[in-house]
């Protein structure tokens, strides 16, 4: 049987870039990654929203695949038609497990013919901090698909209005900027070769780099000379509540469904056979809760574990929260019993299920609060 993992202590190759520049660190995906930098949380989230923020994003884990039926291994793995993922297209998915539950989202990468020469490989999957490297393993089984680990490959994301202007002062021959939203292909920066895809995850226009660690350190750098704004996860993670786009271990769990995530928009119903189909298919129609927006009273931070209130009974629980002074508001994602998620609906909020404090009120809203872009295609 062939498995494929990950090491249990993970370092990213420009971590010694991040030590320079004074950052914060806190563990994801088993490896050290930066919270803020000396300026703070502030300007980071500012510059990701009028400027071009740049975040180290190492800690996804990244699988190079190829071999004979990688596609089906991949099908199967996930819930898009891989047949309608094109060469030098992505796609985000989700990885459901035999229950029919969310247990990982990724972005899956159809490589073109010179990025599999380049990459020696037919696909690439980023996966996020849930158990999809596991069930991957397990599609393994008794097939001839070589996938590969990698921590020896960066991934730089450069984010906000003016990440366009940044890539095309840095990039030599044509350009990213006529990438289609989640297209990818080659380029070369600063006599690096890389491969840049055209993702976002902050609800600005946005490019993640793919490069060599030995060629990482002078890239970075490259792209900070150029405008580009160090930023860390405390602002990515404010601007992606902003956007409302989920995030494992926190909006998902792996016990809840496609259905109560609001995800039913990246499964193909079409397709015959995936993963937890069945169960999904059978859950789906009596969901136990939603996912929906809040928008909340006051500009001050909520308790750590904070739930939902209604006629004296607890109807749900905030799963996500940031104050977001770019809009002026503090906004929240949370899940909530499905006949309350309708827009407009008041709700209070409470810490800790305690009652001695003086409950914050919350209006039900789209989990989107912001998107800088007129139109985000989907695959």
């Known amino acids: 049987m062939m498995r494929v993992s990950f090491a249990n202590s993970r370092s990213s190759p420009i971590v010694s870039v991040h030590e320079a520049l004074g950052a914060d ?13 000396s300026k703070g949380v502030e300007s980071e989230h500012k510059a990701i929203r009028k400027a071009a923020g740049l975040t180290d994003m190492s800690g996804i884990k990244k699988i190079w695949l190829k071999g004979s039926g990688a596609s089906e291994v991949i099908d199967f793995l996930i819930t898009r038609d891989c ?22 989202d990724a972005i899956v990468f159809r490589l073109s013919s010179l990025e599999s020469e380049k990459f020696d490989a037919s696909w690439l999957i980023c996966f996020g901090a849930g158990f999809g490297v596991d069930y991957l393993s397990k599609s393994l089984e008794g097939t001839e698909v070589i996938a590969r680990a990698d921590d020896d490959t960066v991934c730089l994301m450069l984010q906000g209005p003016h990440a366009a202007t940044v890539i095309k002062r840095i990039v030599r021959g044509p350009l990213p900027v006529n990438l289609g939203r989640f297209e990818h292909g080659l380029f070369s920066i600063s006599d690096s070769d890389v491969m840049i895809a055209r993702t ?114 607890t109807v749900g629980k905030i799963t996500s929260h940031a104050v977001s002074a770019w809009l002026g508001k503090t906004i929240a994602i949370a899940q909530i019993k499905p006949e309350l998620a309708v827009n407009g609906n008041q709700i209070c909020v409470f810490g800790d299920s305690c009652y001695s404090v003086k409950s914050r009120k919350a209006i039900v809203c789209s989990r989107r609060f912001y998107s800088n872009f007129q139109k985000i295609t989907a695959i």
């Open 83 to 104: 047949n309608k993922i094109k060469p030098g297209v992505a796609t985000y998915a989700a990885l459901l497990n035999e229950n029919g539950y969310v247990i990982d």
């Open 200 to 313: 976002s995850y902050s609800g600005e226009d946005g490019f993640e780099i793919f490069v060599k660690s030995q060629h990482a350190i002078h890239v970075w750098n490259y792209l900070v000379s150029n405008g580009a704004v160090p930023v860390g996860f405390d602002a990515i993670d404010i601007a992606r509540i902003e956007a409302g786009l989920l995030f494992f271990g926190r909006d998902m769990t792996g016990s809840e469904t496609p259905t109560e995530l609001g995800l039913d928009f990246i499964i193909d119903g079409s397709k015959k056979h995936f993963r937890g189909k069945t169960a999904w298919e059978k859950k789906s129609r009596m969901p136990r809760h939603k996912i929906v927006g809040l928008t909340i009273d006051g500009l001050s931070p909520l308790y750590e574990h904070s739930f939902l209130y209604a006629n004296g009974q």
């Open 25 to 37: 660190f806190f563990v994801w995906n088993q490896m050290p990654v930066s919270k803020s930098y």
